[in-house]
């Protein structure tokens, strides 16, 4: 269960992180506050990896990780530069709700990419999560 509570960081953080940038946003560019974002999220990350490791051994990374990786980061500033323009033009309590929708897609990606089996307890899951977003967003 020490995944769990993780997970629970995760998501307040998720959130104070959707409060401080629909504050940030306002009056910029939202790529720009973007990429300072990301600037900062850079700097801490390595940081961390600096800190909490003996060393950073990038040659035992296999080449399928780094693709991988390398593709998922694609995929996060992408996800990031949508997120802010979402934002900055729309109620933070309508972004981020849909913005959640993830949660879904990636129930839904792991079974048709990665074969994984979804519970009827996990699928009603994920559909209240889908009417929550609507529920949310529809007027």
């Known amino acids: 269960m020490q995944w769990f509570f993780w997970a629970i960081a995760s998501a307040f953080f998720a ?3 959707a409060l401080l940038a ?3 946003v306002s009056g910029i560019n939202s790529n720009l506050a973007t990429a300072i974002r990301t600037s900062v999220i850079l700097i801490f990350c390595w940081a961390i990896v600096f800190v909490s490791s ?3 051994d990038v040659h035992s990374i296999s080449r399928r990780a780094w693709i991988f990786l390398i593709l998922s980061g694609i ?3 992408l996800s990031w530069l949508c997120y802010f323009r979402a934002l900055q033009i729309g109620d933070l309590s309508k972004v981020a709700p849909v913005d959640k929708l993830s949660v879904v897609m ?3 990606l792991g079974v048709v990419f ?3 089996r979804l519970t009827f307890r996990e699928g009603l899951g994920g559909s209240f999560i889908a009417a929550g977003a609507l529920i949310l ?3």
């Open 75 to 77: 995929a996060t500033g």
């Open 137 to 139: 967003v529809l007027k």
């Open 22 to 24: 629909k504050i940030g």
């Open 54 to 56: 003996r060393g950073v």
């Open 114 to 116: 990665l074969h994984e």
């Open 106 to 108: 990636a129930m839904t």
């Open 15 to 17: 959130g104070v992180t």
